[in-house]
């Protein structure tokens, strides 16, 4: 037995189908980069590692006294001591995970909140063969963000020396 048509011509089919595959678009991508970490996700990691600096903040959200702002471009700075990150989420991504890789090989012990992009070049090239990864149990729900991220997230550890 045939199905039976839903759609009255061609035409309504197509502009149903612009119309759900336009709402795709709006699940997997976002306009905002910056996302504030979760108090609760802070707070024991700074008790583990006591950060020193945070290298990816706005003066409202900064989660250490001591942070960069994008005015100031963190990556264009020495990261040194104990950092936590949580990096903008956008194309840029890969340099903040190049430059944290770079700088614990200079000393910096670099903790990273990350969304846990396993199909990444990036976290192929620079998180599997030198960090620690914690995976996170469930969607991550942002501080101040209305729903869960619709990714999977992760604790990135960049010790000096890329000692894992």
């Not at 795709?24 to 108090?39: D, F, G, M, N, Y």
């Not at 963000?145 to 604790?155: E, H, Q, V």
Request: charged share 25%.
């Amino acid at each position: 037995m045939p199905r039976s048509k839903i759609y009255r011509s061609n035409a309504e089919k197509q502009r149903a189908y612009r119309r759900r595959k336009k709402g795709v678009a709006v699940i997997l991508r976002s306009t905002k980069e910056e996302w504030e970490t979760p108090q609760e996700i802070f707070d024991p990691l700074n008790e583990e590692f006591n950060f020193e600096l945070d290298l990816a903040a706005l003066p409202h959200n900064a989660k250490c006294s001591a942070f960069y702002t994008p005015v100031i471009d963190a990556l264009k700075q020495e990261w040194q001591g104990v950092c936590w990150l949580n990096p903008p989420y956008g194309s840029q991504l890969r340099h903040w995970i190049k430059k944290a890789y770079e700088s614990a090989n200079k000393g910096a012990t670099i903790v990273c909140l990350l969304p846990a992009r396993s199909c990444t070049t990036w976290w192929h090239d620079y998180v599997l063969p030198y960090a620690e990864i914690r995976y996170l149990r469930g969607r991550l729900k942002f501080s101040g963000a209305t729903n869960s991220a619709t990714f999977p997230s992760a604790i990135v550890i960049f010790r000096p020396a890329s000692t894992v």
